[in-house]
């Protein structure tokens, strides 16, 4: 069920260049478990929107099903959301993009919805790059089924009541990464200062960009013997260095050591400025990237933060040849080729 | 060329079944399409039919051609004339040929086929083409061109006919139209030189023609998707429905290139599988673009939850079932009408679709433009439910029409202007009690008018709701919407011929066999009265069809009677009314099997009501 | 505690409905579970329900629980006692209290709620819980219990009952008997301190359950798949199916483990998707072993194309759908029927499928155990369709039985020897004239009985072939055998009461709210003959029921009577004797809804039938 | 359609410890393309059965759809065979492979069935680590629906219409290695000197092993702009140098440069020898095989031989636990509790 929130304009918001304040970027109240990692990514998507002065109605959410999948529904109201079927959202997403490409699509996804039935049109939408935010809500769990070991679950990890996960993770970043997603971050539902950056970031790049999101699910999967609960991932985290989104026009004014930092440039001009924190890593080789992770791994440690990213991408419409004008908009006149040219067609059948 | 001596030979004039027998992958077809194009060009009905094997190469495949004067173009049974040039087909090939009939085959080889009842003729296709070309990667191809020149003989085709057709099909590699031509004339010119000719069977321009085109159900159909303004194809490759999206893609590289920057005014995607490819068409309808997708049975399968999701969200879409052999894989290239009840019902929970049944590629062409509108306005999937037996060979059929003055419609879609003025707006309100909705695209407007689409029950405002009330009233305005939709869609076509008359029930690809087992019932003075149905929901003509019959016949191609049962469950038909009339080898229906079946229990019948009388 | 001024109080002993209104994940069901478990300790038939969100916490939930003496286990409709614990939901809660209905809600927080017409009764239970238990974690569970010690004394439940409860259901964390028992005499000693008791509601011993067990339909289908001999087991989470594959997974690992070794005698997996599920169940089943998935109908959409597969290459398989409201993802947590059809036709092409209709717990666990011997005499899938409510709540029905003597039947299949003395295997060779063919398994034999299995047509020996007169003759074939399937399947329970009698067809869960309803009918001088469906295809008693009746009504909780279309469409049945009796809000189905609509239209039958009569 | 070979034992065809000769192994006459590489391949699973003795009645065969789907009608004429449906040949070698673990799973696809329908399927099967022998007959095409590009076809390649395919492709080998396949090798139809010990290798490898063997479609993608062709892949085909199997108690008599070989033992006992040719290669090592394949892609190069292996692996019936006697074999005395325990149970319940 979601509950309409009262939206009460207090005159001392803080607003945006589009005069919007935070609470204009809200959608229904959350039913989600009160402390649900999906919550705080709703959060995060609505101060990226804020920042970034986002048109909440040029907006598309699209989802599967799973709590993760219902959380479209927290946030910009003003926005079309479609909550579609377990693990085709990327399918549903594609076919959006290609009939409207004026608007931005984030799409909203779990592990249980992107990695188990809905691994090959995961892979299938990157392969095409489809020019979306892809948001994978990573709790190793099934969340709304109540607690099932998903495929990006550890294998030493354990659920609630003890059992062991018996099969090794799929890693959807480092999969994301080989095959030629162009922006991929690894990111913790608990660290807004990493994450707001790397979705804004994502939100501005054109083409596919993989957002994995470790967001624990409070229920089912954050006791003391799981590798997705919030002590064990605030332990185990470790960062490529900070990430700063830095707005189109604006000056850089990080806080890096001088010599340490990298920028980027995305798709409207604004930057992103990475700090540089090991010699063996650099987001744009994705060799040195996929090299990067699992040596992290090999650690023990979970590598967060922008792992690849790649600028230079054809998304799908341009690969298609699409007009600009979206097809949505196409009118009769264009789309039908008239009784004259149907004549001709006539003729060089008979 | 021997004579037959204990039979007369066939004699008729444009009027016969020619088979050819070839080996796949030979490169024969273009060959055999020249043949029938050619009957086609001289205004004689023809009907071609590619029977083929799953296969890419190596095994036997037949191209069957009846040419009909009198315009019965249905399957016929049995062959006039074999051009048997498969060796390893040979016996089943000359088996087939009736009494008096006539086999030409590659005598480069020689065979004795041991049968006193038909006139064999030689010509050594092979020997000819070695001697005449070059090139030995042509030769088998030419040797096709040469059988052809040869019938052009024996048949009395013109030659001019034959020689245009080579120079269109050449037009873009003019090299190679005087080596055809040779081919063409090597064969000629054997016939003429070592044969006598023409043989019984000849052809002699008719004229029948006129306002007739020929081609095959999935390019009209593809056709029709672009003149419907379709701006969106995503398919996965499926025999028989792969040349549908081809169709499509054809025609929109043509006529849909943006003037002044040469991009593409649609997109199509080859999708990774038939779920992802019925979830990006509907993507693109939600997003207000006019989106398809063309399956066969499998597909169908495959594609049933994402259609109980557009069926319960209400999205419009177009989806192309070209029907094979079922079940599972069943025969991929084989015909059949096997797929009704699983398009009808698709998907688990209470769903009913809307399907439009076309009969020849002329309804390929308008149902499918059709479709779009009716998607749009009823905001649900349309079945356009074609067969191989259509979809993929060439059949005559009337001129497309288009007129200019017609508008799409788009159905009821609210723009900004129209949000603008609306207090209230709730995408399923159901404001006209119609049962259909008012649907805004993303991005219409800045504050109102967004909603959120999903597969779990809502109420009017498209809210998640667990109230049952609400939810069953949802349930109830869609059958209003699917009553609603019964006033849209295609009416039947109806014909009525006399009194006291059984009635037939027919659709799709049945119906030239159905015609043509009409007039010879006629001639048995069994009047039939014809129903083909175009589409489901039923509108009221069927049912009313239906109450002026006391016995009517079913005719489909499937084991289950699956329209049959289709009537009865929505119409509540007594079932002894509605006789099934089913035919599922795969092949496609003859008019003798339904002159037999139904000649059988009407003289039955007949003998019973006078009994009565008596 | 406010007396009803208005009204009498209502008075009443073993015959009541109560209501527990909670917050989704505040850990009620135990406590809950525990008050309906007394009931039935006390012998008192007992039926609860748990009324849940889609939603895993926060979100309003319900526990509703009939107490019938009588047996009368339906959903009834009207609450006459309210426990009601969350605030969120008073206003709904107080609304459905029957006029003399007692209310009992936390005054922790005190609340006026504006009905006079009922009894409040204030018992602070989380003041009384924070005051006892000092871990704030526990406080919320053992509200909980406290309020069912409090209706222990209100409604005079035996203590030692609730008690044993208690220690049985913590023999493994004894640690936690104490403070349970603790918490349940702060809610018992608060009313004897404080309250009036009893109420005018009271329950009493009444010894009306000696061969009555309490188990979910799901836990009983996964132990009879057990007892079945089921060794493998492929599923993916769905609700309200996944109790099932667990319940199959709980009792395995206790009854199925290698005595010397400690390994599992059975191989659990859970799948990717449901693709996948069916897919390995397929697998298994075709290798030898017994295999099954289960699933809810989103699952049945997606496992649709595998489901022709088993289908025409004839492999057993059993599926389990646990049906849930449609369509699409439709109301996951409310229970509908409305997978009939999509589960007797599912895929493309000519296919039927057999489905059993288990209506209580009881038949789940018989049904499920039959399902695999099924399946392995007729190769092919099996259904067995309960749903929600019967699924996932407990339900009172008689004890389980086994029949030591009972001998699994594997089917037809041929071991070593045999191969060694048959001549000539054709796997497809319907040698019995029964539809039904032998198999082998892989491995069995070094030279003889090695074959291949299909989806695309095949002949006798299953070799591919493109023979249309093979393949419709497999087709035929597979019709035969459908006919015998109609001779193995569980026959329908009939029950005549009387001369004239309309029937009633029903199946499944509706089956305690039908009885109800024919004793309320009886008392209204309308007799009821019943007879519940337990199998597709129909066997002849089906029809005979059928043909002895001129009107008969057909119950069933889908909107589209999808089992009425299926005897009309199998049978051949006038559809003016069948009258659709439907219910689709989600919430099962009450015998006034069931009375109401049947009254109705036979007091109009019979005035009629008088009116001809005069 | 196929076509049943007459078996002429002809008296001097070579036995093996069976007595069985190359024939027994055949399977009826493939009605695939003359000059199709599927059926190389399956002349190749033709010799290691013979050469590694087995008894074809312990193989199961399972297939998809595609040309290459029906291979397995071309050998082991005395194996049960399976053609399921498109892309889903995964899940029912699984189901097959935990009825019964006494026999042999040789799993046949197409780069179609495989890496688009049967992504996912692919996928979970290597996750789960089923005991076969997964081949893809991989063409870059869609053979049997006549030449749509497939999700392996290069970027840079043409159809045999000369146009373009669009999308970047997906490499099964490195994602197989990626998911912890524990046998992956990529091989060409046309080497079969190459192939025939790789196969035999998988074959006794205890695991999921994979064969990505280019196989090129003569029919549909063999001409100059393809990538996938016999001429493109002969040019560009770098091995990682040569592999031999040494059959159970045989020498190791290797033609390789002394301390230029591993030794690799396999699950029976038997060995593969690997020549040794480059330093920064190492197939025990998962990191520097994707590497390595990586930068050799870059070079423009197609490396085949066996890339990795890993043979400690856990097979998916070790995971589960479940005992050694095939389930599909035991009998109802160990499988029905009987009505004592029934009773117990009942007692439970009330
Ligand atoms: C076809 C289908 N199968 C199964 C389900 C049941 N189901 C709902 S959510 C879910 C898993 C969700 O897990 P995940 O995507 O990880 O989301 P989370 O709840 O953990 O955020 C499943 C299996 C379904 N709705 N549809
Ligand atoms: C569900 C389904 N969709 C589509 C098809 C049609 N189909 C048959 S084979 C095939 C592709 C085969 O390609 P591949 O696996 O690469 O095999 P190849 O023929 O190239 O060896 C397709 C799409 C089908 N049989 N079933
Ligand atoms: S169950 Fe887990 S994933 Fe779902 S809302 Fe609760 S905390 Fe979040
Ligand atoms: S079409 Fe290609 S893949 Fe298929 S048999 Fe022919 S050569 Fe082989
Ligand atoms: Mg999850
Ligand atoms: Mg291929």
Redesign the pocket.
Known sequence: MSFKKPINHHPKLETNKLGLTRRDYEGAVSTLCAGCG?DSISAAIIESCFKLNIEAYKVAKLS??????KAPAYFLEQSHGFNS??GRMPSVATGANCANRDLMYLGV?????SAS?GLGQFVHAIRRQVDMVYFV?N?G?????KGQF?ATNDLESKNKYGEDNLFKPIDLATMAIQLGATYVARSFSGDRDQLIPLIMGAMQHKGFALLDIISP?VTFNNHDSSTKSYDYIRDHNEAVGKTDFVPLGEEISTSYKEGSSTEISLHDGSKLALEKTDANFDPRDAGKALNFIREKEKEGKVLTGLLYINDLAKDLNETLNVTQTPLSQLQQDVLCPGSEILDEINQSLS | MHEVKSIESIQSTNDFVIKFANVNGSGSASANQMFAKAMFRMGIPVSPKNIFPSNIQGLPTWFEVRVNEKGYLGSRGGVDIAVAMNPQSYSKDVDEILPGGYLLYDSTWKRNFNRKDITVIEIPLTQLCVEAFKNPKQRPLFKNIAYVGALSVLLDIEYEVLENIISEQFIKKPALIEPNLKALNLGRNYVLENLPYPLGITVSRADKLEDKILISGNEAAGLGAVYGGATFCSWYPITPSTSLAEGYEKYAKKFRIENNTGKNLFASVQAEDELAAIGMAIGANWNGARGFTATSGPGISLMS?FLGLAYFAEIPLVLFNVQRGGPSTGMPTRTQQSDVLACAYASHGDTKHVVLFPSDPKECFDFSAQAFDLADQLQTPIFVVSDLDMGMNDWVCDKFKWDDEYKYNRGKVLNKDDLDEIENFGRYLDVDNDGICYRTYPGTHPEKGAFFTRGTSHDEYARYTEDGEVNAATLSRLMKKFRTASELVPEPVIEINGKDSCGVIFYGSTSPAVHEAKDILKEKEINIDLMQIRSFPFNLDVWEFIANHDRIYVVEQNRDSQMRTLIMAEGGISPEILRPLVHFTGDPIQASYIVNKISEREVNYKSHINAKKR
Chains 1, 4 share one sequence.
Do not use: F, M, P, R
């Open positions: 999906h599967g099903i799973g709590c993760s999948s079927v377990h996804s779990g592990d249980g919805d039935i809500e709790n769990t099934y969340g709304l089924t998903s699910c | 939850e």
